[in-house]
């Protein structure tokens, strides 16, 4: 099944808990801590895959998770890590997150090999020996292991190819790839038969360019008739367009009518232009299809074309294999011409990009902002001091007072105080109600 849009949720593998342990040996009548700290939780990464063409996998499966950090331990020993969790994208595909209702696109996976750290996982929570000092010589807590970042994506594919097939429904396209590669397309006497783009192989002298045939396109694709509307956004990914067209659609008896003819050119091209501009200066070539139906004709049309303002690139058979292989072999330099012109226009792209450095939240505890939402509710947030707090056990007497040290030492107690703290009101670092602890 061919699926060119997803959307997930991914969760980075939880830090594994810290360990509360003594040391037991004989003859050491006063063994200190030695509890080892939990592992950190995996990774999510998409990886692109050049041997994945489609979004499928992920057409069952929602919600992706990292291993979770393993506990720590006794005698020091750290808990392992979890492993990270590689999810295979085909190249092509743009990745957008969804926060607060938005959609901000932040990787677009192009290469073969590319990788995007999409969740971080958890760091696991240190063990009672971290805590050990010449004040603290006995701590009998540990820190709970960190929960892993939680997104939602969205994963649209976007085919990466060199070259693209458009034209009207069958018009030949499918047959022709089916002629120039190894691509087995569905091809029968019925419009839409290509319901998915099909990419294909070309193999020229000891070069390879690939190809991809898109379903057909009719007047009005680029507002949703047809099937054109769902995959435009593929055309826009192929270096150089094969406008096909069917002589077998203009004949008139005997003779082609070539105004026919211009008259599919162009309202495919206003099709292009309306759904991206980018598309409309895509460089195109243009070959009539199904030319053994016309006999020694194909001339006369080529020069009807021509004073239309179309000029045909080259005339062929795709069913009768008329012409074919010198078609490969005439797009190979194109290709390869369009291949060195695109790496020059990224490498531009990615040298006039402004350096921009992103406001990264304060990773120190004392940065923390102090709402107060109604008369019995406060709401605390700052990324270290949230992250601490969903790391204290607040089972353990030894951890919450902890939890109160660090709250006195960065002044949160006093601000708390100025902003109406008081009995019954609740404060809420991050999403833990705290009140009872403070």
């Keep these: 099944m061919f699926l060119d849009e997803a959307t997930i949720s991914v969760s980075g593998g939880q830090g594994g808990r810290g360990c509360v342990s003594w040391r037991r040996e004989k003859y050491v009548p006063k063994g200190g801590p030695n509890g080892g700290n939990g592992g950190d939780g995996g990774n999510v990464i998409l990886m692109a895959d050049e041997n994945t063409d489609t979004l499928s996998y992920f057409a069952s499966t929602k919600h992706f998770e990292a291993e979770k950090g393993e506990m720590g331990m006794g005698k020091s020993k750290n808990g392992k890590g979890g492993e990270d969790l590689v999810l295979k994208v085909p190249p092509g595909t743009v990745v957008s997150i969804i926060e607060n209702g938005e959609m901000i696109r932040i990787v677009d996976l192009s290469t073969d090999k590319q990788l995007a750290l999409i969740a971080k996982g958890g760091r696991g929570g240190y063990g009672n020996e971290h805590f050990k000092s010449s004040i603290r010589q006995k701590p009998d807590f540990a820190e709970l292991g960190e929960p892993g970042e939680e997104k939602i994506l969205t994963l649209e594919l976007k085919l990466v190819a060199d070259i693209g097939i458009i034209g009207y429904p069958s018009v030949g396209k499918s047959t022709l790839i089916s002629v120039i590669s190894a691509a087995k397309p569905k091809i029968a006497a019925y419009p839409f038969t290509t319901i998915t783009p099909n990419l294909g192989v070309v193999n020229v002298d000891d070069r390879s360019y690939i190809v991809c045939d898109v379903p057909g396109l009719i007047e009005g694709a680029s507002e949703g008739k047809g099937l054109g509307d769902q995959f435009l956004k593929h055309i826009e990914r192929c270096g150089i367009l094969v406008h096909m067209l069917d002589v077998s659609r203009a004949l008139e008896g005997t003779e082609v009518n070539a105004k026919k003819l211009e008259d599919d050119y162009k309202a495919i091209r206003k099709e292009l232009e309306a759904y991206s501009p980018a598309l409309s200066v895509k460089k195109e070539v243009v070959i009539l299809n199904k030319t053994d139906l016309i006999g020694g004709n ?98 353990s007497e030894g951890a919450v007072r902890r939890f109160r040290d660090v709250v006195k030492r960065i002044g949160l107690k006093k601000a708390l105080e100025k902003e109406g703290f008081d009995e019954g009101v609740i404060v809420i670092i991050g999403d833990i109600n705290v009140e009872s602890y403070l």
């Design 298 to 395: 194909a001339k006369k049309v080529e020069e009807d074309l021509k004073k239309l303002g179309i000029q045909i690139f080259l005339s062929i058979s795709a069913a009768a294999r008329m012409e074919t292989e010198r078609l490969t072999k005439r797009l190979l330099p194109m290709v390869l011409k369009e291949r060195g012109n695109r790496s020059i226009e990224a490498k531009k792209e990615s040298d006039d990009l402004p350096v921009i450095q992103p406001h990264l939240e304060s990773d120190k505890m004392g940065a923390y902002v102090i709402e107060k939402q109604s008369d019995d509710t406060i709401i605390v947030t700052g990324k270290r001091l949230e992250q601490f707090t969903k790391m204290i056990d607040f089972s």
